[in-house]
């Protein structure tokens, strides 16, 4: 489906939950509005960390470093970056789509992927804390597998 057939959609959906409900359409309004505005300190710098990135690094420099022909160096990068990196995954799966866009491998973006969102070197503390050192680093160990074994799958299969 394109852009303008979700907006189209949704903005339907919108009119039609107006004149099904007015007071409560505008009590969801209010309640997404305020939701927004808490998540605009989190998305705004991950946002400018994604246009800086892409416009400091060339085309040719992703292609190097995570391009197809970069290999298993190349996923063993994005895997790196992506254990240590921390952002939520509404910011790193079009993240993973611009890369794909400026010439990195689908491999090496499925070891940053899977890596970030499932190895927590940045939240291992938090983790240790909660839930105790044995249980942390055993999920971690466990998450560092399954995103080496899903990159291996994808290179093979891609």
């Not at 804390?129 to 560092?144: E, H, I, Q």
Request: aromatic residues 12%.
């Amino acid at each position: 489906m394109s852009d303008y057939a979700l907006y189209f959609l949704a903005i339907g959906a919108l009119i039609f939950s107006y004149y099904k409900d007015r007071a409560k359409t505008l009590k969801a309004l209010k309640v997404s509005y305020k939701s927004i505005m808490k998540l605009m300190p989190a998305i705004l710098p991950m946002m400018f960390f994604i246009g800086i990135s892409l416009s400091v690094l060339s085309e040719e420099l992703i292609s190097q470093l995570l391009g197809a022909g970069s290999g298993i160096v190349g996923m063993l990068i994005a895997f790196v970056v992506g254990a240590l990196a921390f952002m939520p995954s509404f910011v790193a799966f079009p993240l993973g789509a611009n890369l794909l866009e400026h010439g990195a491998g689908y491999p090496q973006i499925a070891a940053f992927v899977s890596s970030l969102m499932g190895v927590g070197v940045a939240s291992l503390g938090v983790e240790m804390k909660y839930f105790g050192k044995r249980a942390a680093f055993l999920r971690n160990a466990v998450s560092v597998l399954a995103s080496i074994c899903f990159a291996m799958i994808i290179w093979r299969v891609m």
